[in-house]
């Protein structure tokens, strides 16, 4: 008996994943589940570029609007409420197609993913160190006891970095220790990446975000401030959000807050583009091929045939890494 087929389709922001998986849930009577970080969060829409109720054609989406702004998102919670919409679907003979591009939640979700305990006293205290020391201190700490996890988490990201020290400390080990390995734990899986030649994907964003400030991003933005954005850990860390907020603080122009979005997205996409790249197991596909649909869609059919771990082999004649220089 074949696996229960689960479908992730993964790669940069500005890719194209939200019309590629409605348009696959329309060929297999599947159902949308969203694996992007930010768009749990009810009223972040504009910003957060999340798929309205007309463009989704009717298919179902699971795991977005959850959340008020001032709540917290943990990838453990995010991981069980994902994995139940896709045990749901499985149990109803309707297929689960994941679309996001936040790596980390995806891996949570299709991988043999078991998160560490926490410990209150312990977060307590390293958030309290990131307050008056700041991130840049701790990440130095971090380096010098885990420099593999240090490599991999940005200096101003505080909150994983707190995470990172936790562990170190609850374990005894080292934080990417903690990390798994590709197994899949639906071996039905099949990924499917979005390849867009650099040069495109920063085209593309620039003009995403010229999209989001002319259809009421700013307005968006001040509307979530009254609803609590500020008191969140999570939500106003959000790419743009930031640069929204110091635009309404008067502390930057419009035109400012534009470019300053535009960049720090172009800096994330590269980000999620190195990070899918380690995962051999995902089938690349050009973003912009005539017949896209189809080919996913054969992939997925070899795929799913494929016994294991469900692995799929990076595609020949992509071009993935010529496009890239």
């Not at 970080?37 to 989704?56: L, N």
């Not at 172009?266 to 896209?292: G, N």
Request: glycine share 10%.
């Amino acid at each position: 008996m074949a696996e229960p087929l689960v479908v992730a389709v993964v790669g940069p922001t500005a890719a194209g994943k939200s019309d590629l998986s409605v348009a696959l849930c329309k060929r297999l009577r599947g159902e949308v589940v969203n694996a992007d970080a930010m768009q749990v969060y009810r009223g972040m829409d504009i910003g957060t570029a999340k798929i309205g109720p007309s463009e989704r054609d009717g298919v179902p989406h699971h795991l977005l609007d959850l959340l008020d702004v001032t709540e917290t998102a943990t990838v453990a919670e995010f991981q069980q409420l994902a994995r139940a919409a896709i045990d749901d679907c499985i149990s109803r003979r309707t297929t689960p197609v994941l679309a996001g591009g936040s790596a980390l939640y995806v891996r949570a979700i299709l991988d043999d993913f078991v998160f560490p305990g926490t410990d209150a006293a312990i977060r307590e205290r390293l958030e309290q160190e990131l307050a008056e020391i700041g991130s840049g201190a701790l990440h130095a700490r971090l380096a010098e006891k885990d420099p593999a996890a240090a490599a991999q988490i940005l200096p101003s990201n505080g909150r994983r970095i707190v995470r990172a020290l936790e562990v170190i400390e609850l374990t005894g080990g080292p934080y990417v220790a903690t990390l798994p390995e590709h197994h899949y734990v639906y071996p039905g899986a099949v990924q499917l990446g979005l390849d867009v030649p650099r040069p495109e994907l920063d085209e593309r964003i620039g003009r995403r975000v010229d999209r989001m400030f002319d259809a009421g991003f700013v307005d968006e933005v001040r509307d979530l401030l009254n609803k609590g954005l500020l008191e969140g850990r999570t939500a106003n860390r959000a790419l743009g959000y930031s640069q929204v907020i110091a635009l309404l603080d008067g502390e930057i122009s419009e035109r400012e807050a534009r470019e300053r979005t535009a960049q720090s997205t172009r800096r994330f996409a590269r980000r999620q583009d190195s990070w899918f790249r380690k995962d051999r197991r995902i089938t690349w596909l050009r973003y912009d091929d005539p017949d896209l649909v189809e080919k996913a869609l054969n992939v997925i059919a070899e795929g799913n045939r494929t016994e294991g771990d469900g692995v799929v082999g990076m595609e020949e004649g992509l071009g993935a890494r010529d496009a890239r220089g």
